[in-house]
């Protein structure tokens, strides 16, 4: 009914840069929030950053003048640059949109099937 797929991740060297990208597909009525998670083994998934319908946006204090968040509505996507990466930021990345479908009359959370980013040397 509705798919979100990511790309963009990878294997980069500290200091180096990724372009994650969540395009979501179906039969999509709205998309309200968009957002990524991340999740290491043996930890909870955490929020990363997301952006709400109007533009505004969150980051986690972590990511916060590395890492920006955007949107482009008119293709269902949402994307996440990240810059000067370091060992700390690699995680399985999840994206993540609360999507109302023309079959319901509310929305629900759904999930990407998460990419890989690597930080390494």
């Known amino acids: 009914q509705v798919q979100l797929v990511e790309s963009g991740g990878g294997l980069v060297q500290p200091g180096g840069s990724l372009r994650l990208s969540c395009a979501a597909s179906?039969?999509?009525?709205?998309?309200?929030?968009m957002g990524w998670y991340r999740q290491v083994p043996g930890k909870q998934r955490e929020l990363v950053a997301r952006?709400?319908?109007?533009?505004?946006?969150n980051y986690v204090d972590s990511v916060k003048g590395r890492f920006t968040i955007s949107r482009d509505n008119a293709k269902n996507t949402v994307y996440l640059q990240m810059n000067s990466l370091n060992p700390e930021d690699t995680a399985v990345y999840y994206c993540?949109?609360?999507?109302?479908?023309?079959?319901?009359?509310?929305?629900?959370?759904?999930w990407g099937q998460g990419t890989q980013v690597t930080v390494s040397s």
């Open positions: 993540n949109a609360f999507i109302r479908t023309h079959s319901s009359s509310f929305g629900d959370y759904y």
């Open positions: 179906g039969s999509i009525f709205t998309i309200n929030t």
């Open positions: 952006i709400f319908s109007g533009g505004g946006t």
